[in-house]
Nanobody
């Protein structure tokens, strides 16, 4: 079994910062892409940021210049530094990772349980 556990969500005022973290554990041989998605009430889940094993990143246009995704391959963790937060960033944030359990296995997509981020004064 593989688990992704997020931490770091909470309530912050507009203009503030939060740092989300996600740790992968369990039967892990290797991890390819890791990233963050979010889902606001009444809206579809959307990509926020992704990072490859080699460190290449891509971001949604709405967060470019404000959010930074990073990872630690040795610790199987991915982080999302969120600065200059806006009320429209309010959502449940989900960690996502493509994980292979061993040689001969294919990469499978895994999701965390989600962490709430609320931006409000």
């Amino acid at each position: 079994q593989v688990q992704l556990v997020e931490s770091g969500g909470g309530l912050v005022q507009p203009g503030g910062s939060l740092r989300l973290s996600c740790a992968a554990s369990g039967s892990i041989f290797s991890i390819d892409n890791m990233g963050w998605y979010r889902q606001a009430p009444g809206k579809q889940r959307e990509l926020v940021a992704r990072i490859t094993r080699g460190g290449s990143t891509n971001y949604s246009d709405s967060v470019k210049g404000r959010f930074t995704v990073s990872r630690d391959n040795a610790k199987n963790t991915v982080h999302l530094q969120m600065n200059s937060l806006r009320p429209e960033d309010t959502a449940v944030y989900y960690c996502n990772a493509d994980i292979r359990r061993g040689v001969g296995y294919v990469y499978k997509e895994h999701w965390g349980q989600g962490t709430q981020v609320t931006v409000s004064s």
